[in-house]
């Protein structure tokens, strides 16, 4: 008994470790490789159900991405103006908005191979890019490159660039220009309508 | 012609409404262009790629690309070497000569087989490359998001690109018609993510389209722009 519970305080020990010291480039290509397993493989994903897509997406890659920290830097000066209840309830729909555009680029996958680059940082580094290149015969490779943030409960992204386009920087000017003619609570109504309207044109599909 | 003049005077007039970002100064005039090439792609262009996809099977409208692709490779090229990028631009160059002779015509893109990647590069890209300043946003009528920069590149790459010198005429409609629909054929997708992710489409466009093109005048790695405020807050969970 007492070997056993040895053993098993040496698994916890271990697992909490390995968990911690996840580098976030082997994270992000765990993480791509077992989602695009799954969609490949599920064939309800396959024939577009989109509903289960996004339970994937929540259960696999939303515990790895830092929601705060996107809409704090896409709200950029307005985010110190709002009040926590207003934080909130944005970080919630932006969270939304993202999962189901992610979904959407997710369902047009179809072959595509990836090639997980070598991590250029220091092990003392906080903040990191971590790049991923999608390959596709004939075209230039598309690179998708994650910023993360070393946070207590791990890497987490805060940033994605498809392209050389940043999301986070993309949504800045449409923000700010929201913000400026119907200020934030226009902004949070904008996005939850924006998320109802897609939820309604999942449903019918 | 004075139509013309009046036409464009009203729509610039647009532009003075509200304020207007620094980089986007003819909002209103490209707004209404967008609305423009919008209904053009409604009625017209969208219909006419997404019957193309259902006409022809994957296998044919991948030749169809790579064809395109190969062509387009020999400017890459050049505009590679205009870019002091000469090992590039041999490797766009070698990929022609693979994929023309052993690809029959281009239409199997053996090159990328053999590990020559393609690249993307334009005469707007050179022209960044040289040091010209994007100039303002600017949505082509037809052919969408551009600046002043990229616009004059466009210009250059139609004429540069052996497609416009191809007789008789009847054929080298046929051979541009065919190359808008698959070009449009294949961003299906690409637009109807663009649709779902954007609250407003139109400066969502304008953003990516600019940050696109600053990343590609890099090669995917441009010098870094700090912004105020640039650091996150995880106050909120």
Redesign the interface.
Known sequence: MRKFLCLLSTLFLVSAHAQEATPPDVLVKNVTTEVVDIIVKDKEIRSGNRAKLIEVIDAKVLPHF?F???T??AM??N??SAT?EQ??DL?DAFRT?LV??YA??LA?YSEQRFDFRPLRAKPTDTDVTVQVRVIQ?????V?IDYAM?K?AAGWKV?DVMV????LV??????FA??V?SSGIDGLIR??QT?NKS?ERRTEKK | MRWLWIFLVSLAGCATTGETDPRDPWEGMNRAVYRFNDGFDDYIARPLATGYRKALHVEIRSRVSNFFSNIQDLMIGVNNVLQGKLQEGVEDWARFVFNTTLGLGGIHDVASDMGIEKHNEDFGQTFGRWGAAPGPYVILPFLGSSTLRDAGGTVVDLYAAPLPHVRPIALRNSLYGLYFLNTRSELLEASSILEQAALDRYIFQRDAYLQRRRSLIYDGSPPREREVNDTPDSSVK
């Open positions: 830092n705060a920290s996107m704090s830097l950029g000066q985010w110190r926590p934080k909130k970080t908005l189901r555009t959407s680029a047009a015969p004939g075209q230039q490779p690179p943030e946070t805060y392209g050389g386009v940043s920087a993309n949504y800045r000017t449409e220009s929201v400026r904008d996005l924006k897609l």
